[in-house]
């Protein structure tokens, strides 16, 4: 079926216009006449035409002249001249102006057809290519990239208006190399297009530096996409540039200004912990965070991503204690479909995605020996199994742990295996007690304030002399995370600037309510260091009171007197 279009005839003689006119409406075709050119043009710059007959020999008129005038037509239209008095001259002289075809009279109908069919073919192919161009344009440039276009010889083809600002490319750059361009260019474009070309896949380059359009210290991702056509045959390459710069910066004021402002504390023992944390950072090692809870142990494992290598790839979190043995085994190592009941769908685990990162492996210690068993294989091979799926996947992931347990008595016990212990406390982050702290209590206060004044819309200026006292003497068993929420209680009491005692939950007004008690014997099981501690915190939370001190520990007086002098903790420590 021909492309039904609109064609207007201009044709003096009047049997030949309605001979030609017939022949094209039986076919289907919307058919316009005209007489002579003045009224041909009118029609064209009133009506759109997708094709034109014309005769070459006019009243008074050239039908030539219609070539000249097609910038005024309301479309597009292509022509086709037609003549009873054919010379090579004004053939070679319409295809020249740009006429379509020539057709010699009289013009028999199978001619006629055949001539109007491939116009109107041709008609409607140019028509979708420029529609398509102008998509495409459309999209070049409402896009928040840069983007160039090359040929395989890395000649510019074309780029949008962000492109030229990014890169300084103008149109007199287009059809040269990019080799050739003198604006300062660092060379990562070219490098990367080369690659892509090269290797005949997409390939990224991640904040690199790019002094483009004479701008020094801007920071760019550029991806290089090879076009291929339907033969394989590579066609040149998209160049997709984004400006990181701003981030960039936002990102390096922020990191110098609150390094570590979810860590926080000056006493020497987290700052020692801070340069551990730095120093850890871009080492490829595994790291086992211990302490207890609400002591900070993600935290410092989210600071020691955020400042390693592995910052712009994900940061995974598994609380391992949360999930039973057949669903964590599912969420680490994804599943395939039919693995299990209720496994309608293949599943990426969280080493999967966590690939190019960190895995955060809370709570370890509570896994059972299977998982374990399991998790050392991946950590020596860096290779996983699906749930139901015999396929190794190679995974490229740094594993954090954390526990609250202490891991050697669990081997000891023969509750943890020794061999995956040792593949994760190859760095080992010992982090404090909030009992232990004491001198950081005051800078965790003022942080907390500033926080919830912030959160809340609020404008307290702190806490009372009196309230401050019970902040320094409470033990914390629930460490930082107890603290933050003792204040965030606080600020939801109080209706005045200062904090006062009554508005503390009523376990810091009365200590003795708030840590468990430690039952007899479970003092023998603790390393000496941890002992002092735990004593410390009954002495505290009890002010010092001995008597009181004992009952809590479950031992007696005389058994945490002479406890007292062998760790030498008779001395009330000052803060």
């Not at 007489?35 to 009118?42: C, F, Q, V």
């Amino acid at each position: 079926m021909p492309f039904q279009g609109d064609i207007l005839i201009i044709e003096d003689e009047s049997g030949v216009r309605q001979v030609l006119a017939r022949h094209l409406e039986e076919e289907g075709y919307r058919v316009r006449v005209a007489a002579d050119l003045p009224r041909g043009l009118m029609l064209l710059r009133q009506e759109p035409f997708d094709l034109v007959l014309c005769d070459i020999r006019l009243p008074g008129r050239s039908g030539l002249e219609i070539l000249n005038e097609r910038s005024d037509f309301v479309g597009d239209p292509l022509v086709i001249l037609m003549t009873g008095y054919p010379s090579l001259e004004s053939a070679q002289q319409a295809l020249r102006h740009g006429a379509f075809d020539y057709l010699v009279k009289p013009v028999l109908a199978e001619a006629l057809l055949r001539a109007t069919s491939l116009a109107l073919n041709t008609k409607a192919l140019r028509d979708e290519e420029r529609r398509l161009h102008h998509h495409l344009e459309a999209v070049f440039e409402s896009v928040e990239d840069g983007l160039i276009t090359v040929d395989p010889q890395l000649r510019i083809v074309a780029c949008n208006q962000l492109a030229v600002r990014l890169c300084g490319i103008d149109g007199r750059d287009v059809g040269r190399s990019l080799n050739e361009l003198e604006n300062g260019c660092s060379g990562v474009c070219r490098r990367l297009a080369g690659e892509a070309l090269e290797q005949g896949r997409k390939v990224t380059g991640k904040r690199l530096p790019c002094s483009g359009a004479g701008r020094a210290g801007r920071v760019v991702s550029v991806t290089a996409t090879p076009m291929q056509g339907s033969s394989q045959q590579r066609l040149g390459v998209v160049l997709a540039v984004h400006d990181e710069t701003p981030l960039v910066d936002l990102e390096a004021r922020l990191a110098e200004h609150q390094r570590f402002h979810r860590l926080v504390g000056e006493s020497s023992t987290m700052r020692a912990i801070y340069r551990l944390v730095e120093n850890l950072a871009d080492l490829e090692t595994t790291v086992l965070i211990c302490g207890e809870s609400g002591t900070g142990k993600e935290l410092v494992a989210e600071a020691i991503h955020n400042q390693g290598q592995r910052r712009n790839h994900p940061m995974v979190k598994v609380n391992c204690v949360a999930l039973s043995e057949t669903l964590l085994e599912s969420e680490l190592f994804g599943h395939v479909r039919g693995a299990f009941t209720g496994a309608v769908k293949d599943r990426v685990g969280r080493f999967q995605e966590a690939d190019g990162g960190t895995l955060f492996l809370d709570e370890i210690g509570d896994i059972s020996m299977a998982m374990q068993l399991r998790l050392l294989r991946v950590l020596q091979h860096k290779q996983i199994e699906r749930v139901g799926e015999n396929r190794s996947i190679t995974v490229d992931v740094r594993i954090i742990a954390a526990t609250h347990q202490d891991l050697r008595v669990k081997v000891a016990e023969g509750r943890f295996r020794e061999d995956l212990y040792y593949r994760l406390k190859v760095v080992e982050i010992d982090l404090p007690p909030l009992r232990s702290r004491g001198a950081d209590i005051p800078l965790l206060i003022e942080h907390f304030v500033a926080h919830f004044n912030r959160r809340f819309g609020r404008a307290i200026q702190g806490f009372s002399p009196a309230a401050t006292i019970l902040l320094l003497d409470y033990a914390w068993p629930g460490n930082i995370r107890e603290l933050e929420h003792a204040i965030e209680h606080a600020f939801v009491v109080c209706r005045g600037e200062w904090i006062e005692p009554e508005h503390l939950p009523n376990e810091l007004r009365d200590p003795l309510r708030a840590a468990p008690v430690i039952p007899p014997g479970a003092m023998a099981k603790r390393s000496r260091e941890g002992e002092s501690t735990v004593i410390l915190a009954a002495l505290s939370a009890c002010n010092w009171r001995r008597d009181q001190a004992a009952r809590r520990l479950g031992i007696s007086r005389a058994t945490l007197f002479r406890k007292m002098r062998q760790l030498g903790l008779m001395e009330r420590p000052e803060f």
